[in-house]
């Protein structure tokens, strides 16, 4: 079977369209913002995750910043993962000697003498719900 002139335009014509949009599709998949763009120097020090893959998917982060820029530590939070019907919480430190090195699924979840040197708590809940609170153990 052979395409004649104009069935081959055609083909050319569609083709071009379906390449340019999975060009434009990657592109934008590799330009979405992330947490290397916002302004504060984050470096997450410590992570928990249950093993739990049938329920409810438990996961803590400590986080040390070198600033309290509120707002850029929200959306730290925001883009943190979060599965639907789990639960994520990240705990920010300002003093990087005092950021707990390890943590765990349940309250308290570091070391209770740490607590005072936590300035912030993200928390997205089962159903989606965020909650940010400054100062959260004081």
Wanted: net charge positive; aromatic share 16%; with cysteine.
């Amino acid at each position: 079977m052979r395409l004649n002139m104009q069935g081959k335009k055609l083909f050319y014509f569609i083709g071009g369209i379906v390449v340019v949009i999975v060009l434009w599709i990657m592109a934008d998949t590799m330009m979405q913002p992330g947490v290397g763009d916002l302004k504060g120097d984050f470096q997450e020090v410590s992570f928990y995750r249950n093993e739990n893959n049938t329920g409810p998917v438990i996961r803590v982060y400590a986080v040390y910043t070198s600033d309290s820029l509120w707002a850029e530590m929200r959306q730290y939070g925001d883009y943190m993962p979060h599965t639907k019907y789990g639960n994520t919480k990240v705990f920010f430190f300002r003093d990087k000697a005092n950021v707990p090195q390890s943590l765990k699924g349940n309250e308290p979840y570091f070391n209770e003498a740490l607590q005072n040197y936590c300035i912030a708590k993200y928390e997205k809940s089962a159903m989606g719900d965020v909650k940010f609170t400054k100062n959260p153990f004081r």
